[in-house]
């Protein structure tokens, strides 16, 4: 019963924000039930293609860029800890040189990186700073059990519950002021991407990954759910990201300690776990992060989605026609290091399709084995420059490259 009267609490808190009120009285969690034809909630910005003067702004950009600028900015590093192996708060000179010497895309931080408010945007500041090109700033902020900000207490900011009790409301209103909020703080301290919401559908128990970060097992609600966080995100300018495509919902391994495997075939991943991520697309979601999950039925390979061209590539783009950024899951994560080595393993999702490489094993050695790949001819620099092109068109339109 304390759950529950606090979840009314934190849900009420949530409605007063975002409408202005100042009152702290609590009441009984709205009613509302989830339509599959129900409209976005509120007024949200319209996907118009670009204009002619973006498409030149990116063209120019790209242009200007050498071949090592362009590869630079596939990848998403993570800087957990200092030269002296501390948690790095503040951007010290070997993160400054690793960041102008592969001229990164973006960063992802984590708890050891976040401490307090003015630690955080200062860090962020002084990143953004040594870059020619401005970075995402990235996080993985889901709310409940994952939740690099909203658990450290000095942060300021709302510690979300889980997605599958935001999910139990049945209130894509509440879901698109929770997303709407979640952007507003991420954005004031310098974040501009966040790897949120979970669009899996949650149909096994005994997942051991998944569970309480999807927002249910019903598809149809999960995507509705889904779709509105992202636009309240994307609403304040911080790019949501999707994950895990093509739906890590009923596994029953964890694909951060090694192989999974989904036995699904084409009908089952339509009927289930793609709906989400249908939703999300539907919506102009900003990004999609793969899994590392192996669906046979789809890629007879065996190839795990994020090094698949039969996942990302045949069904992702165009079956389900995303010219969305494609992002990889972290590739030092076990059920892609066990089997391949860093080179390998970037060379591999590049070439299927993905966008942007994530947290690989050795950002020296992923970044070299891109660069000689084009180099040699064995990766066009026009497939270079078809990503580098959706990762500028995202930082334009969410104001990043001002």
Not at 71 to 77: K, S
Not at 87 to 106: A, P, V
Not at 132 to 150: A, H, K, L
Not at 364 to 370: H, K, Q, T, W
């Amino acid at each position: 019963m304390k759950k529950i009267n606090c979840f009314k609490i934190f849900i009420t808190s949530i409605m007063l924000f975002v409408t202005g009120c100042s009152n702290n009285q609590t009441s009984d969690l709205p009613k509302t039930t989830i339509s599959p034809t129900s409209p976005p909630p509120l007024s949200t910005p319209e996907i118009t293609p670009e204009s002619s003067n973006d498409t030149d702004i990116i063209d120019g950009l790209i242009k200007s860029m050498t071949l090592e600028e362009k590869i630079g900015q596939l990848f998403i590093a993570a800087f957990r800890k200092n030269e002296q192996g501390n948690n790095l708060y503040f951007l010290d000179e070997y993160t400054k040189r690793q960041i102008k010497e592969f001229k990164l895309g973006g960063v992802i931080l984590f708890s050891e990186n976040i401490n307090t408010i003015d630690q955080t945007t200062n860090l962020i500041d002084n990143i953004q700073s040594v870059s020619n090109i401005p970075m995402f700033i990235s996080v993985d902020e889901e709310g409940g059990r994952v939740s690099r900000i909203g658990s450290n207490s000095k942060m300021g900011i709302t510690k979300l519950p889980s997605a599958q009790e935001i999910g139990e409301t049945n209130n894509p209103d509440l879901a698109y002021q929770i997303g709407n909020k979640l952007g507003t703080e991420l954005s004031s301290l310098g974040f501009n991407m966040n790897f949120a919401p979970v669009a899996d559908v949650n149909t096994n128990p005994e997942n051991p990954v998944i569970g309480d970060r999807a927002f249910g097992s019903n598809p149809q609600k999960v995507g509705i759910m889904v779709e509105n966080i992202a636009l309240g995100m994307q609403n304040q300018n911080v790019s949501a990201v999707l994950k895990h495509f093509p739906g890590h919902g009923d596994t029953s391994k964890d694909s951060h300690k090694g192989s999974v495997v989904i036995e699904h075939d084409i009908q089952r991943l339509h009927d289930i776990e793609l709906v989400p991520f249908k939703k999300g697309i539907s919506a102009g979601v900003d990004a999609i992060m793969t899994a590392h999950i192996i669906v046979p039925e789809v890629d007879s390979d065996k190839l795990p989605a994020t090094l698949s061209k039969n996942i990302l590539t045949d069904l992702l783009r165009k079956e389900l026609e995303y010219d969305g950024l494609i992002i990889t899951d972290a590739l030092e994560m076990k059920a892609i290091k066990n089997h391949w080595n860093c080179s390998e393993a970037s060379i591999m999702a590049l070439k299927a399709g993905a966008d942007i490489l994530l947290m690989p094993d050795s950002l020296e050695e992923a970044y070299n084995s891109i660069l000689n790949a084009v180099v040699d001819g064995y990766i066009t620099e026009d497939r270079i420059d078809q990503s580098v092109r959706r990762i500028l068109e995202v930082k334009h339109k969410r104001g990043i490259l001002k």
